[in-house]
Each structure stands twice: as C-alpha cells, then as structure tokens.
C-alpha cells in the first residue's frame, strides 16, 4: 500500500490491531533546510503506538545515521515509555530479521552502503 503516513494513518488502520510497521528510508531529503519536512516525530510515534497491537512492532531502516538518530531519539525519549529497544537501549539492530528487502536496501547492499536499522515492541498496556 502506498500512502502518505503523516496524513493517511488513521484513516487506514484501526486502533491497536496492526502488528508490525516498516519504515523504510523515510526522509530522503537529509539537508538542514528540510527538517521540517521529516516524518519521524513524536507526534508520529504516538500515533504509531495507539494502532499497533499488544506487542506490535516498528521497523526502521535509513542509510543517514542523522535520520535514523533522530529517529531513535523519538521512540527512546518517548515520556510515556511506550516502546522498547528490540536490541537494548540507544542502540541499533545489526542486521534485518527479514529476508524481504526494499528496493533502497538492496542497492545500498550493493553499494555498500551502512543501513542504520532500528526495532522497537509496543510496551502493553501502555
């Protein structure tokens, strides 16, 4: 499915039933002047948190370690604890626990290019 996940999300999903989103390189604009623009907040966070299922999961991957530190900023620095590290705390997974890789992924692969990739469970009940 393709869709724009600030505006789409509540109109797509129900509340607590999904078990698993992938957040695969969001923000291709990494420059200063777009930051603005950038899809992981924790306004987003707190979104994802109320559709995902009991031990419901987000899976993020990017290839700019500012994004994806930001990124973990927002689901570490959560105030009401709602997601914990799939690794431990602050830290990065170090490789996908799914075969299935995105188009980015496999020519970053092909690059060798780092993906940064982060997992995270819904803490229940929240």
Known sequence: MFANISVDLPRLFPASRVSRFFLNFPDPWWKARQHKRRVMS???VAELFGLLAEGGEIYLASD???IALD???ALEHDSSRRFVNLREPWSFLCESPF????RR???CEAANI???RLGYR???PG
């Open 42 to 44: 924790p306004e987003l």
């Open 64 to 66: 700019v370690f500012d």
């Open 71 to 73: 990124a973990m900023a």
């Open 99 to 102: 075969a299935a890789r995105s």
């Open 105 to 107: 992924e496999r020519q």
């Open 114 to 116: 780092h993906i940064w």
């Open 122 to 124: 819904r803490i229940w």
